[in-house]
Protein backbone atom coordinates (compact mmCIF):
# COMPACT_ATOMS: atom_id res chain seq x y z
CA UNK A 1 0.00 0.00 0.00
CA UNK A 2 1.36 3.36 -0.70
CA UNK A 3 0.29 6.25 1.32
CA UNK A 4 -0.74 9.73 -0.22
CA UNK A 5 -0.81 12.36 2.08
CA UNK A 6 -3.46 15.41 0.85
CA UNK A 7 -3.79 18.60 2.73
CA UNK A 8 -7.11 19.95 3.26
CA UNK A 9 -7.06 23.89 4.11
CA UNK A 10 -10.35 23.31 6.80
CA UNK A 11 -12.22 27.28 7.33
CA UNK A 12 -14.48 27.36 9.92
CA UNK A 13 -13.44 24.59 11.85
CA UNK A 14 -13.80 26.29 15.21
CA UNK A 15 -17.77 26.76 13.97
CA UNK A 16 -20.48 24.25 14.94
CA UNK A 17 -20.65 22.29 11.81
CA UNK A 18 -16.70 22.58 11.29
CA UNK A 19 -15.61 21.21 14.14
CA UNK A 20 -17.84 18.64 14.98
CA UNK A 21 -19.66 16.86 11.80
CA UNK A 22 -16.38 17.55 9.36
CA UNK A 23 -12.96 17.89 11.14
CA UNK A 24 -13.89 15.45 13.91
CA UNK A 25 -16.52 13.01 12.80
CA UNK A 26 -14.61 12.93 9.05
CA UNK A 27 -11.27 14.01 8.39
CA UNK A 28 -10.39 12.58 11.72
CA UNK A 29 -12.24 10.05 11.63
CA UNK A 30 -10.92 8.88 8.29
CA UNK A 31 -7.64 9.02 9.91
CA UNK A 32 -8.88 7.18 12.73
CA UNK A 33 -9.93 4.58 10.43
CA UNK A 34 -6.36 4.14 8.50
CA UNK A 35 -6.62 6.53 5.61
CA UNK A 36 -9.22 5.65 2.68
CA UNK A 37 -8.62 2.97 0.65
CA UNK A 38 -8.76 3.88 -3.30
CA UNK A 39 -8.89 0.06 -3.63
CA UNK A 40 -5.92 0.85 -6.57
CA UNK A 41 -3.38 0.12 -3.83
CA UNK A 42 -3.17 3.78 -2.35
CA UNK A 43 -4.45 5.14 0.99
CA UNK A 44 -5.14 8.43 0.75
CA UNK A 45 -4.10 10.24 4.23
CA UNK A 46 -5.91 13.72 5.17
CA UNK A 47 -4.01 16.44 6.68
CA UNK A 48 -6.34 19.00 8.20
CA UNK A 49 -5.05 22.64 7.83
CA UNK A 50 -6.92 24.74 10.14
CA UNK A 51 -7.86 27.78 8.86
CA UNK A 52 -9.65 30.66 10.98
CA UNK A 53 -9.71 34.16 12.54
CA UNK A 54 -8.24 33.51 16.01
CA UNK A 55 -4.94 31.71 16.66
CA UNK A 56 -5.75 30.62 19.82
CA UNK A 57 -8.40 28.69 18.81
CA UNK A 58 -7.08 26.57 16.52
CA UNK A 59 -4.44 26.21 18.14
CA UNK A 60 -6.46 24.72 21.15
CA UNK A 61 -7.81 22.58 18.42
CA UNK A 62 -4.65 21.21 17.00
CA UNK A 63 -3.71 20.50 20.93
CA UNK A 64 -6.66 19.19 21.73
CA UNK A 65 -6.39 16.75 18.75
CA UNK A 66 -2.83 15.57 18.46
CA UNK A 67 -2.50 17.65 15.16
CA UNK A 68 0.48 19.71 14.17
CA UNK A 69 0.94 23.21 15.13
CA UNK A 70 2.28 24.15 11.84
CA UNK A 71 -0.72 23.10 10.64
CA UNK A 72 -2.86 26.10 11.81
CA UNK A 73 -3.47 29.89 9.93
CA UNK A 74 -5.15 32.98 10.34
CA UNK A 75 -4.10 34.02 6.61
CA UNK A 76 -6.31 32.48 3.84
CA UNK A 77 -4.31 33.99 1.40
CA UNK A 78 -1.10 32.39 2.33
CA UNK A 79 -2.98 28.90 2.45
CA UNK A 80 -4.40 29.17 -0.73
CA UNK A 81 -1.23 30.19 -1.94
CA UNK A 82 0.33 27.25 -0.26
CA UNK A 83 1.06 24.18 -3.35
CA UNK A 84 1.06 21.28 -1.30
CA UNK A 85 -2.62 22.17 -0.35
CA UNK A 86 -4.78 20.41 -2.78
CA UNK A 87 -8.33 21.15 -1.57
CA UNK A 88 -10.12 23.81 0.49
CA UNK A 89 -13.43 23.06 2.73
CA UNK A 90 -15.75 26.27 3.63
CA UNK A 91 -17.56 25.67 6.69
CA UNK A 92 -18.11 29.31 7.48
CA UNK A 93 -20.83 31.51 8.54
CA UNK A 94 -22.67 31.76 4.88
CA UNK A 95 -22.16 35.66 4.39
CA UNK A 96 -18.29 34.82 4.22
CA UNK A 97 -18.19 31.96 2.05
CA UNK A 98 -18.52 33.16 -1.53
CA UNK A 99 -15.41 35.51 -1.67
CA UNK A 100 -13.15 32.45 0.15
CA UNK A 101 -14.36 29.83 -2.75
CA UNK A 102 -13.71 32.56 -5.54
CA UNK A 103 -10.35 32.52 -4.26
CA UNK A 104 -9.64 29.41 -3.33
CA UNK A 105 -10.88 28.68 -6.96
CA UNK A 106 -8.59 31.07 -8.50
CA UNK A 107 -5.51 29.42 -6.71
CA UNK A 108 -6.37 26.10 -8.41
CA UNK A 109 -7.93 24.05 -5.36
CA UNK A 110 -10.27 21.53 -5.68
CA UNK A 111 -13.75 23.01 -3.80
CA UNK A 112 -15.32 21.30 -0.83
CA UNK A 113 -18.12 23.12 0.84
CA UNK A 114 -21.16 23.32 3.28
CA UNK A 115 -24.44 24.82 1.97
CA UNK A 116 -25.78 27.36 1.10
CA UNK A 117 -23.14 27.47 -1.48
CA UNK A 118 -23.70 31.42 -1.77
CA UNK A 119 -25.70 34.34 -0.60
CA UNK A 120 -28.29 34.58 -3.75
CA UNK A 121 -28.22 32.04 -7.07
CA UNK A 122 -26.00 34.50 -9.33
CA UNK A 123 -23.26 34.33 -6.95
CA UNK A 124 -23.61 30.35 -6.39
CA UNK A 125 -23.98 30.26 -10.43
CA UNK A 126 -20.81 32.10 -10.62
CA UNK A 127 -19.05 29.82 -8.48
CA UNK A 128 -20.09 26.99 -10.34
CA UNK A 129 -18.85 28.54 -13.60
CA UNK A 130 -15.76 29.93 -12.35
CA UNK A 131 -14.56 25.75 -10.65
CA UNK A 132 -16.00 24.14 -14.34
CA UNK A 133 -13.79 26.76 -16.05
CA UNK A 134 -10.48 26.07 -13.54
CA UNK A 135 -10.98 22.43 -14.52
CA UNK A 136 -11.01 22.06 -10.74
CA UNK A 137 -13.39 19.46 -8.64
CA UNK A 138 -16.22 20.76 -6.50
CA UNK A 139 -18.33 18.71 -4.12
CA UNK A 140 -21.33 20.70 -1.81
CA UNK A 141 -22.36 19.00 1.30
CA UNK A 142 -25.60 17.65 0.46
CA UNK A 143 -25.55 15.28 4.12
CA UNK A 144 -29.64 14.63 4.54
CA UNK A 145 -29.02 11.74 1.82
CA UNK A 146 -26.67 10.05 4.01
CA UNK A 147 -29.08 9.73 6.82
CA UNK A 148 -29.58 6.38 7.68
CA UNK A 149 -33.60 6.94 7.41
CA UNK A 150 -33.25 8.54 4.40
CA UNK A 151 -31.34 5.73 2.75
CA UNK A 152 -33.87 3.29 3.93
CA UNK A 153 -36.41 5.44 2.42
CA UNK A 154 -34.28 5.80 -1.04
CA UNK A 155 -34.37 2.12 -1.34
CA UNK A 156 -38.02 1.95 -0.58
CA UNK A 157 -38.67 4.00 -3.82
CA UNK A 158 -36.04 2.09 -5.58
CA UNK A 159 -38.09 -1.31 -4.79
CA UNK A 160 -41.11 0.10 -6.03
CA UNK A 161 -42.54 0.22 -2.70
CA UNK A 162 -44.94 2.92 -3.21
CA UNK A 163 -46.46 2.25 -6.54
CA UNK A 164 -47.29 5.79 -7.85
CA UNK A 165 -45.96 8.38 -5.07
CA UNK A 166 -48.88 10.68 -4.23
CA UNK A 167 -47.70 13.31 -1.47
CA UNK A 168 -45.01 13.57 0.47
CA UNK A 169 -45.36 15.60 3.93
CA UNK A 170 -41.93 16.95 5.67
CA UNK A 171 -41.76 18.27 9.20
CA UNK A 172 -38.88 19.54 10.50
CA UNK A 173 -37.54 21.48 13.75
CA UNK A 174 -37.69 21.67 16.97
CA UNK A 175 -37.56 24.99 20.17
CA UNK A 176 -34.20 27.14 19.62
CA UNK A 177 -34.23 28.76 23.07
CA UNK A 178 -33.98 32.46 22.65
CA UNK A 179 -31.22 32.78 24.94
CA UNK A 180 -32.38 35.06 27.76
CA UNK A 181 -33.38 32.48 30.87
CA UNK A 182 -31.36 29.43 28.95
CA UNK A 183 -28.78 29.69 26.40
CA UNK A 184 -29.83 29.30 22.31
CA UNK A 185 -28.55 26.44 20.89
CA UNK A 186 -27.77 27.44 17.57
CA UNK A 187 -25.51 30.29 16.83
CA UNK A 188 -27.34 34.25 16.42
CA UNK A 189 -26.18 35.06 13.10
CA UNK A 190 -29.18 32.75 12.35
CA UNK A 191 -31.45 34.92 13.06
CA UNK A 192 -30.66 37.60 11.58
CA UNK A 193 -31.01 38.41 7.72
CA UNK A 194 -28.59 40.84 7.38
CA UNK A 195 -26.10 37.91 8.76
CA UNK A 196 -27.27 35.07 6.11
CA UNK A 197 -29.51 34.19 8.64
CA UNK A 198 -32.92 32.35 7.86
CA UNK A 199 -34.61 29.26 8.23
CA UNK A 200 -35.36 29.48 4.14
CA UNK A 201 -31.90 30.00 3.52
CA UNK A 202 -30.94 27.35 6.14
CA UNK A 203 -33.02 24.17 5.33
CA UNK A 204 -34.85 25.26 1.46
CA UNK A 205 -30.82 24.09 0.00
CA UNK A 206 -31.63 20.80 2.13
CA UNK A 207 -35.47 20.32 0.69
CA UNK A 208 -33.96 20.93 -2.60
CA UNK A 209 -31.78 17.95 -3.09
CA UNK A 210 -33.90 15.74 -0.56
CA UNK A 211 -36.98 16.13 -3.03
CA UNK A 212 -34.56 16.52 -6.61
CA UNK A 213 -32.53 12.97 -5.87
CA UNK A 214 -35.58 10.93 -4.14
CA UNK A 215 -38.99 12.20 -6.03
CA UNK A 216 -38.01 14.48 -8.39
CA UNK A 217 -36.88 17.98 -9.64
CA UNK A 218 -38.38 20.84 -7.66
CA UNK A 219 -41.07 22.77 -10.25
CA UNK A 220 -42.48 25.56 -8.33
CA UNK A 221 -42.20 26.43 -4.71
CA UNK A 222 -44.96 28.69 -2.65
CA UNK A 223 -43.41 29.48 0.82
CA UNK A 224 -45.26 31.40 3.94
CA UNK A 225 -42.36 32.92 6.09
CA UNK A 226 -42.90 34.39 10.04
CA UNK A 227 -40.63 35.57 12.53
CA UNK A 228 -42.42 33.97 15.40
CA UNK A 229 -39.74 35.13 17.89
CA UNK A 230 -39.10 38.64 16.94
CA UNK A 231 -36.11 38.77 19.80
CA UNK A 232 -33.25 37.11 20.59
CA UNK A 233 -30.52 37.09 23.34
CA UNK A 234 -27.04 36.43 21.54
CA UNK A 235 -23.97 34.84 22.49
CA UNK A 236 -22.86 37.66 25.23
CA UNK A 237 -26.45 37.69 26.35
CA UNK A 238 -27.65 40.82 24.66
CA UNK A 239 -30.95 41.04 23.38
CA UNK A 240 -31.16 41.76 20.05
CA UNK A 241 -33.67 41.99 17.03
CA UNK A 242 -34.64 38.99 14.94
CA UNK A 243 -34.40 39.55 11.42
CA UNK A 244 -35.00 36.65 9.65
CA UNK A 245 -37.64 34.15 9.50
CA UNK A 246 -37.35 31.13 12.48
CA UNK A 247 -40.39 29.20 10.37
CA UNK A 248 -41.05 28.19 6.71
CA UNK A 249 -44.15 26.85 5.10
CA UNK A 250 -43.47 25.22 2.31
CA UNK A 251 -45.34 23.90 -0.60
CA UNK A 252 -43.72 22.23 -3.20
CA UNK A 253 -44.79 21.00 -6.62
CA UNK A 254 -42.59 17.97 -7.91
CA UNK A 255 -41.93 16.97 -11.69
CA UNK A 256 -43.76 14.07 -12.00
CA UNK A 257 -47.06 15.34 -10.28
CA UNK A 258 -45.39 14.33 -6.55
CA UNK A 259 -46.70 17.28 -4.05
CA UNK A 260 -44.31 18.19 -1.29
CA UNK A 261 -45.43 20.42 1.99
CA UNK A 262 -42.71 20.89 4.01
CA UNK A 263 -42.90 22.53 7.30
CA UNK A 264 -39.33 23.73 8.92
CA UNK A 265 -39.48 25.36 12.25
CA UNK A 266 -37.38 26.79 15.26
CA UNK A 267 -40.05 27.56 17.03
CA UNK A 268 -41.80 24.44 17.79
CA UNK A 269 -41.83 21.99 20.04
CA UNK A 270 -40.98 18.00 19.16
CA UNK A 271 -43.98 15.65 19.36
CA UNK A 272 -42.00 13.12 16.31
CA UNK A 273 -40.03 10.50 16.97
CA UNK A 274 -37.07 12.46 15.43
CA UNK A 275 -36.33 16.18 14.62
CA UNK A 276 -37.07 15.48 11.07
CA UNK A 277 -39.59 13.54 9.74
CA UNK A 278 -41.01 12.67 6.16
CA UNK A 279 -44.32 10.90 5.57
CA UNK A 280 -43.95 9.50 1.97
CA UNK A 281 -47.88 8.13 0.77
CA UNK A 282 -48.08 6.07 -2.51
CA UNK A 283 -50.95 4.01 -3.88
CA UNK A 284 -49.44 0.81 -2.79
CA UNK A 285 -47.91 1.92 0.70
CA UNK A 286 -46.46 4.68 2.83
CA UNK A 287 -43.69 5.67 4.40
CA UNK A 288 -42.47 7.76 7.64
CA UNK A 289 -38.41 8.46 7.48
CA UNK A 290 -36.76 10.52 9.77
CA UNK A 291 -33.06 10.81 10.59
CA UNK A 292 -32.46 7.21 11.54
CA UNK A 293 -35.67 4.95 10.97
CA UNK A 294 -38.06 4.75 8.88
CA UNK A 295 -41.63 2.57 9.11
CA UNK A 296 -43.93 1.37 6.56
CA UNK A 297 -47.63 1.21 5.97
CA UNK A 298 -48.30 -1.42 2.97
CA UNK A 299 -52.05 -1.44 1.12
CA UNK A 300 -52.57 -4.77 1.98
CA UNK A 301 -52.32 -4.07 5.55
CA UNK A 302 -53.88 -0.83 5.78
CA UNK A 303 -56.59 -0.08 8.55
CA UNK A 304 -59.57 1.17 7.59
CA UNK A 305 -60.43 4.07 10.46
CA UNK A 306 -64.15 5.51 10.41
CA UNK A 307 -64.87 9.21 11.60
CA UNK A 308 -66.13 9.31 15.01
CA UNK A 309 -65.39 12.00 17.55
CA UNK A 310 -68.20 10.42 20.03
CA UNK A 311 -65.97 7.11 20.84
CA UNK A 312 -62.48 7.28 21.82
CA UNK A 313 -60.08 5.85 19.16
CA UNK A 314 -59.70 2.28 19.10
CA UNK A 315 -57.06 2.15 17.36
CA UNK A 316 -53.41 2.89 18.43
CA UNK A 317 -52.17 4.08 14.79
CA UNK A 318 -48.30 4.29 15.39
CA UNK A 319 -48.33 0.80 16.54
CA UNK A 320 -50.04 -0.27 12.46
CA UNK A 321 -46.62 0.09 11.04
CA UNK A 322 -43.70 -1.80 10.47
CA UNK A 323 -39.92 -1.27 11.02
CA UNK A 324 -37.91 -0.89 7.62
CA UNK A 325 -34.75 -2.87 8.87
CA UNK A 326 -31.24 -1.81 8.39
CA UNK A 327 -29.90 -3.92 6.03
CA UNK A 328 -26.50 -2.18 6.04
CA UNK A 329 -24.32 -0.31 8.36
CA UNK A 330 -24.79 3.67 8.25
CA UNK A 331 -21.42 5.19 8.72
CA UNK A 332 -21.74 9.29 9.56
CA UNK A 333 -23.00 10.89 6.41
CA UNK A 334 -20.65 13.95 6.64
CA UNK A 335 -17.68 10.89 6.64
CA UNK A 336 -19.25 9.17 3.72
CA UNK A 337 -19.77 12.09 1.35
CA UNK A 338 -15.83 13.20 2.32
CA UNK A 339 -15.11 10.15 1.57
CA UNK A 340 -17.35 10.13 -2.02
CA UNK A 341 -15.68 13.25 -2.82
CA UNK A 342 -11.63 12.18 -1.97
CA UNK A 343 -12.55 9.75 -4.16
CA UNK A 344 -13.56 11.64 -7.57
CA UNK A 345 -10.71 13.72 -7.12
CA UNK A 346 -7.93 11.10 -6.55
CA UNK A 347 -9.92 8.09 -8.19
CA UNK A 348 -12.66 9.61 -10.74
CA UNK A 349 -14.98 8.43 -9.16
CA UNK A 350 -18.34 9.98 -10.00
CA UNK A 351 -19.63 12.68 -8.14
CA UNK A 352 -22.84 15.15 -8.63
CA UNK A 353 -23.49 17.21 -5.69
CA UNK A 354 -21.30 20.17 -7.24
CA UNK A 355 -21.41 23.57 -7.36
CA UNK A 356 -24.31 23.46 -9.56
CA UNK A 357 -26.11 21.11 -7.60
CA UNK A 358 -25.30 23.93 -4.50
CA UNK A 359 -26.80 26.18 -6.92
CA UNK A 360 -30.07 24.44 -7.26
CA UNK A 361 -30.81 25.18 -3.30
CA UNK A 362 -29.70 28.65 -3.34
CA UNK A 363 -31.99 29.27 -5.88
CA UNK A 364 -34.75 27.48 -4.20
CA UNK A 365 -34.11 29.33 -0.84
CA UNK A 366 -34.49 32.38 -2.89
CA UNK A 367 -37.30 31.64 -4.46
CA UNK A 368 -38.81 30.60 -1.86
CA UNK A 369 -38.40 33.96 0.10
CA UNK A 370 -39.81 35.97 -2.80
CA UNK A 371 -42.32 33.65 -2.87
CA UNK A 372 -43.34 34.36 0.76
CA UNK A 373 -42.39 38.00 0.16
CA UNK A 374 -45.26 38.60 -2.83
CA UNK A 375 -47.54 36.11 -1.45
CA UNK A 376 -47.26 33.59 -4.79
CA UNK A 377 -46.36 30.76 -6.08
CA UNK A 378 -43.37 30.74 -8.47
CA UNK A 379 -41.61 28.71 -11.37
CA UNK A 380 -38.21 27.28 -10.13
CA UNK A 381 -36.40 27.33 -13.82
CA UNK A 382 -34.11 24.63 -14.78
CA UNK A 383 -30.56 26.24 -14.36
CA UNK A 384 -27.34 25.08 -15.99
CA UNK A 385 -23.68 26.19 -16.45
N1 LIG B 1 -25.14 20.64 6.46
C1 LIG B 1 -25.82 20.97 7.52
O1 LIG B 1 -26.68 20.23 7.99
C2 LIG B 1 -25.58 22.28 8.20
C3 LIG B 1 -26.09 22.50 9.49
C4 LIG B 1 -25.83 23.73 10.10
C5 LIG B 1 -25.10 24.69 9.44
N2 LIG B 1 -24.65 24.46 8.18
C6 LIG B 1 -23.88 25.48 7.44
O2 LIG B 1 -22.57 25.53 7.98
C7 LIG B 1 -22.09 26.86 8.02
C8 LIG B 1 -21.61 27.18 9.44
O3 LIG B 1 -22.70 27.07 10.35
P1 LIG B 1 -22.45 26.80 11.90
O4 LIG B 1 -23.79 26.51 12.47
O5 LIG B 1 -21.32 25.84 12.07
O6 LIG B 1 -22.01 28.27 12.36
P2 LIG B 1 -21.01 28.70 13.52
O7 LIG B 1 -21.37 30.11 13.85
O8 LIG B 1 -20.98 27.70 14.62
O9 LIG B 1 -19.58 28.67 12.83
C9 LIG B 1 -19.19 29.64 11.89
C10 LIG B 1 -17.70 29.53 11.59
O10 LIG B 1 -17.39 30.60 10.66
C11 LIG B 1 -16.32 31.39 11.20
N3 LIG B 1 -16.49 32.77 10.73
C12 LIG B 1 -15.86 33.30 9.68
N4 LIG B 1 -16.24 34.57 9.48
C13 LIG B 1 -17.13 34.86 10.43
C14 LIG B 1 -17.87 36.04 10.75
N5 LIG B 1 -17.76 37.14 10.03
N6 LIG B 1 -18.73 35.97 11.80
C15 LIG B 1 -18.86 34.83 12.52
N7 LIG B 1 -18.17 33.70 12.26
C16 LIG B 1 -17.31 33.71 11.22
C17 LIG B 1 -16.40 31.18 12.70
O11 LIG B 1 -15.17 31.46 13.31
C18 LIG B 1 -16.79 29.71 12.79
O12 LIG B 1 -15.65 28.89 12.64
C19 LIG B 1 -23.26 27.74 7.53
O13 LIG B 1 -23.05 28.09 6.19
C20 LIG B 1 -24.47 26.86 7.64
O14 LIG B 1 -25.44 27.13 6.65
C21 LIG B 1 -24.88 23.28 7.57
Known amino acids: MTRKTVRIAMNGVTGRMGYRQHLVRSILAIREQGGLDLGDGTVLWPEPVLVGRREHALKALA ?215 FQVDGTEGSAVAGLRKCRVQHRSATPKPVWNPDIPATEVFRDQWQEVPDNAEFDNGFKAQWELFLKHIYADAPYHWDLLAGARGVQLAELGLKSAAEGSRLEVPEIAL
Not at 86 to 107: G, W
Request: no cysteine; aromatic share 10%; glycine share 10%.
Open 63 to 277: EQHGLDQANISTDLDAVLADETIDIYFDAQVTSAREEAIKKAIAAGKHIYTEKPTATGLDGALELARLAEAAGIKHGVVQDKLFLPGLLKLKRLIDGGFFGRILSIRGEFGYWVFEGDWQEAQRPSWNYRAEDGGGIVVDMFPHWEYVLHELFGRVKSVQALTATHIPQRWDEQGKPYDATADDAAYGIFELEGGTIAQINSSWAVRVNRDELVE
